[in-house]
């Protein structure tokens, strides 16, 4: 899922904003056309249900669960994002837990990977007690050694 998205991702970017065919998907990727086309196949189908759900009647499961319940922020796209982004956030938590906590809590801020609002260094220096341009070193020696350190871990979300 993350490699066809990245990949009509960056088709996308490369071609004006146009949406890939199966073929050139194929190409991008360097897999087979079948392949590609079980994939987007599998994509398509999935559906998520509520485990509160019942699995009691046949036509409880016929009608998909995005066509009884009306809510347009839970699209395929939107759904397939957040989870990215909440992926995302865990393998960061992770990749950053042997850290100082508070150098860890500062980069995370920074980014918005805290509570989802991007921190200025001036707002991080009133928070932590601390000049912006030592918040800016903490930020930039924290990135730095994700960029060396934990570049295996995090290259899956690069796009």
Excluded at 1 to 20: C, D, F, L, S, T
């Amino acid at each position: 899922m993350i490699q066809i998205r990245k990949a009509r991702y960056r088709y996308a970017v490369e071609n004006q904003g146009h949406a890939p065919s199966e073929t050139q998907l194929a190409d991008l990727l360097q897999w087979r056309a079948a392949r590609v086309d079980a994939a987007l196949r599998g994509l398509s189908s999935v559906a998520c249900e509520s485990l509160d759900t019942t699995a009691t009647g046949a036509s409880d499961h016929q009608t998909p669960l995005g066509d009884r319940v009306a809510d347009v922020q839970h699209t395929d796209g939107a759904t397939e994002t957040e989870l990215y982004h909440q992926q995302l956030h865990a393998t960061l938590r992770k990749a950053l837990r042997e850290r100082d906590p508070q150098r860890a809590q500062i980069t995370r801020l920074k980014y918005g990977l805290e509570d989802g609002k991007e921190w200025t260094y001036p707002q991080l220096a009133r928070r932590f007690n601390m000049t912006a341009n030592g918040a800016k070193g903490i930020v930039r020696t924290e990135v730095a050694f994700l960029r060396r350190r934990k570049q295996q871990v995090l290259k899956q979300f690069v796009l």
